[in-house]
């Protein structure tokens, strides 16, 4: 993908991070992206790959969750654990069509334990939406 406008940390509260990025591409395609293992990993680190609804995915560096609701060219949402002793959190991701050639990638990473750093969440998931937006 080209031509992405810079990222957007919409909301931090206490334990919820939202960052956004605008990619001049059609909804379509940014989905077709993050359904191939390339944009998966793009999202979630080495050897993560979202697959369908209950479907588990891990990571080279540690993280691992489920799929818990998978929604074809509208949304993705999965568990996500730091290690195993991290409790659980949750991502959101959406898609919102921006005309007929933009589209809007949303992540929202919900229940952030307490003592956590959101800040660093939130550039976690800026820098995943930089990966993904480099492998298109």
């Known amino acids: 993908?080209?031509?992405q406008m810079a990222g957007d940390t919409l909301a931090e509260s206490k334990d919820t991070v939202v960052v956004q990025?605008?990619?001049s591409q059609p909804v379509k395609e940014v989905w077709?992206?993050?359904?191939?293992?390339a944009g998966s990993e793009a999202l979630l680190g080495e050897g993560g790959?979202?697959?369908d609804k209950g479907d588990s995915?891990?990571?080279s560096n540690g993280t691992f969750g489920v799929v818990r609701s998978y929604h074809p060219?509208?949304?993705i949402r999965f568990s996500w654990h730091a290690d195993d002793d991290a409790p659980k959190s949750l991502v959101d991701l959406h898609l919102v069509k921006q005309g007929e050639d933009a589209t809007v990638v949303e992540i929202r990473h919900e229940h952030i334990p307490d003592g956590w750093?959101?800040?660093a969440i939130a550039?976690?998931?800026e820098d995943a939406l930089d990966r993904l937006v480099n492998e298109g």
């Not at 077709?32 to 293992?37: D, G, H, M, S």
């Open 117 to 119: 750093n959101t800040a």
């Open 57 to 59: 995915w891990h990571s």
């Open 21 to 23: 990025r605008s990619v």
């Open 32 to 37: 077709r992206l993050i359904a191939t293992p």
């Open 123 to 125: 550039q976690h998931w």
């Open 1 to 3: 993908m080209t031509d």
């Open 49 to 51: 790959v979202l697959g």
């Open 73 to 75: 060219l509208e949304q």
